[in-house]
T-cell receptor, first 113, second 113 residues
Framework: QQPVQSPQAVILREGEDAVINCSSS?????VHWYRQKHGEAPVFLMI?????EQKGHEKISASFNEKKQQSSLYLTASQLSYSGTYFC??????????????FGQGTILTVHP | ETGVTQSPTHLIKTRGQQVTLRCSSQ?????VSWYQQALGQGPQFIFQ???????GRGNFPPRFSGLQFPNYSSELNVNALELDDSALYLC????????????FGEGSWLTVV
């Protein structure tokens, strides 16, 4: 069963903030966030491991609540280059398929000048 | 630039034909996974190879098969192509450890007519 992302779409003006959520019904080992632009491959943003850690990189950060099996991606002071579809991919706890990501349906982010 | 290379970039096949897609993983990565991404959807896990053996498979029929070679490069073969097989096929490489980053190649666009 795939994780559920919300919202499905968000429209921002440059400089505004956004939060994208990812929720799973299964126990997770890790959550991976990717951004995909139209016609291109997904680009890795960050990985969060169980333990509830929060990671950040420039103006994009993320958190992982292991108890709730939820992750959130935080985009602050958005730039035009942030536009694209954001996917969370999850790896289930206890599995042996290390490369098996189950992706959410994606969140379309559009940033306007 | 992820170091994961795929070929061909684009191809058109006729229904019923067979296709082989190729992937060179990032240097040092021993795990290769293949994903199918239909238009407007998130990538779907096809299967994973670790040390030349299939190690995990998604909900895809047996006409989807693969190989991994001693240098960790990989092939995806699809027999008896159907119109619904039209999609972006993504190769991803990683180390065999759940906490590691999974990097995607640029993908192969397959159109079945």
């Amino acid at each position: 069963q795939q994780p559920v992302q919300s919202p499905q779409a968000v429209i921002l003006r440059e400089g505004e903030d956004a939060v994208i959520n990812c929720s799973s019904s299964k126990a997770l080992y890790s959550v991976h966030w990717y951004r995909q632009k139209h016609g291109e491959a997904p680009v890795f943003l960050m990985i969060l491991l169980k333990g509830g850690e929060q990671k950040g990189h420039e103006k994009i950060s993320a958190s992982f609540n292991e108890k709730k099996q939820q992750s959130s991606l935080y985009l602050t002071a958005s730039q035009l280059s942030y536009s694209g579809t954001y996917f969370c991919g999850t790896v289930n706890a206890g599995g042996t398929s290390y490369g098996k990501l189950t992706f959410g349906q994606g969140t379309i982010l559009t940033v306007h000048p | 630039e992820t170091g994961v290379t795929q070929s061909p970039t684009h191809l058109i096949k006729t229904r019923g034909q067979q296709v082989t897609l190729r992937c060179s993983s990032q240097s040092g990565h021993n795990t290769v996974s293949w994903y199918q991404q239909a238009l407007g959807q998130g990538p779907q896990f096809i299967f994973q190879y670790y040390r030349e053996e299939e190690n995990g498979r998604g909900n895809f029929p047996p006409r989807f098969s693969g190989l991994q070679f001693p240098n960790y490069s990989s092939e995806l073969n699809v027999n008896a192509l159907e119109l619904d097989d039209s999609a972006l096929y993504l190769c991803a490489s990683s180390l065999a450890y759940s906490g590691n980053t999974i990097y995607f190649g640029e993908g192969s666009w397959l159109t079945v007519v």
